[in-house]
Each structure stands twice: as C-alpha cells, then as structure tokens.
C-alpha cells in the first residue's frame, strides 16, 4: 500500500466514525467502497472488514447515547429481533432477486424519505 | 407488533445489502413517531448483536483484514465520540436536516451504484 493511502486509511476511518455517531448509520456504505478502492483487499474482506471497524463504533456511540439518556430499550428489543429475522429472511433472498433494479428502487425511495423529512 | 414489522422490512432491504442500516432510521420515524435521536439510538443498537456474530464468523474464516483494521479503529472511535457527542446535543430538527442531507446522498449513490453487493 502507498503512504498516502496509509494516512487515507487513517482519514477513512475517522470519516466513518463521524458520520456513525452522527447519523447513527452509514459508516458501512463510507468505508467498503473506500476500502476497495484505497487497498487490494477482495470485496468480500472489504465487507468484513468494514463490519470489524464499524462493530466497536456502533457500541461507543451507542453507549454515548444511552449516557445522555436517549434511548427507549422497550422498542430497540423488538426492533432488533425484528431486523435479525429480516436480514436472514434478506440474505436468503440475495440471490434470487434483480438487486440491482432493487437498489435503484430503494435509491429513489431513500430520496424520498430524505425530501419528505425536510418538509 | 409494528415495531418487530418494521424492524422485519428495513432488516431485508439492508440484509440484501442495500442502504446498510439507514434505511431503518426515516421507518422509525415516520411508523413509530419516535424522535430522530432515539431512531439513531434504536439503528446503532440494534445492529450490534448481529454484528457482533458476523465479525466472530468472518474472523474465523479469516476474511478480515488484520493489518489495516488498527488505524481504521482508532481514527474511528475518535470519529464516533466526536459525531455521537453532536448529535445527543443537537436540536432534534437541525439533526435530522443533517441526516435528511446523508440519507440523500446515499439514495443517489444507490442508483448510481452498480455492484450487488453485501454491505454492513
């Protein structure tokens, strides 16, 4: 790897920590591309590697939070067990669904949302 | 029950890799009236436990990358101390503009993006 893909990585990984903490999501969809591009790694250690480096930014952040008191532990639970069931029932779909058409799809609907949450 | 539905719907859409978790945040918002904060909250716990699974399971199988995950973590505590302080002390409505902004950057980069991949 270049130094200066080495202080990149440096740069990457605070970027992703903010965005994290201050959108609460996210740090993922910064850091696999970024790491794609930056190093030789394959995609699929990209992603796993992103999943590594986000897990203790989620649990500072969310201590953070919880410290200042926001947090409601009665709807994350059901939350939670809701998304676990979802992403399983997601990733079975994975490869039996045009992903793609999918994606530009929930893209348009994330637009939306985004509009829709201004006005 | 609308809690564990909608914790379902977002749960699918991002297991499909699309839109990571942001996609459960504006679901909270809008189905449960919960506040931006706490939606925040609610998306960053919640991916924990599963997380926390994924990462014993790609370490087994040795698929994360040991030597650039150091300067990686560092930088991005830091990064989340800084971010997550913001955001408990902002004006509710000034942080969701400012996630409103993040949330439409990502639907654009979602229509542009062209690979099918399996993102956190």
Request: aromatic share 8%; charged share 10%; proline share 4%.
């Amino acid at each position: 790897m270049k130094p200066q893909n080495k202080i990149s990585l440096w740069i990457i990984g605070f970027l992703a920590g903010i965005f994290n903490g201050l959108c609460g999501s996210g740090g993922g969809t910064i850091l696999v591309p970024s790491l794609v591009f930056l190093t030789n790694v394959i995609d699929h250690h990209a992603h796993a590697t992103a999943i590594a480096v986000i897990l203790p930014l989620t649990i500072i952040s969310s201590l953070i939070y919880a410290k200042s008191g926001i947090i409601n532990i009665n709807i994350t639970i059901k939350v939670t067990i809701g998304t676990i069931i979802g992403a399983y029932i997601g990733s079975k779909m994975l490869n039996k669904l045009p992903i793609n058409i999918l994606r530009k799809l929930f893209g348009i609907f994330m637009i939306i949302a985004a509009i829709r949450m201004v006005i | 029950m609308i809690e564990i539905l909608t914790g379902i719907a977002a749960g699918i859409i991002g297991g499909m890799g699309i839109g990571g978790g942001t996609i459960l945040i504006p679901a909270l918002v809008f189905f449960l009236r919960v506040t931006q904060q706490i939606a925040q909250s609610i998306n960053l716990i919640s991916f924990i436990p599963a997380a926390s699974l994924a990462v014993y399971v790609h370490n087994k199988n040795g698929n994360i990358e040991k030597n650039i995950l150091i300067p990686l973590i560092i930088s991005g505590v830091i990064g989340a101390i800084v971010g997550s302080m913001a955001a408990v002390k902002l004006d509710p409505s000034v942080l969701k503009k400012i996630f409103s902004g993040f949330l439409f950057i990502m639907g654009i980069y979602e229509i542009f993006s062209k690979k099918a991949a399996k993102r956190p």
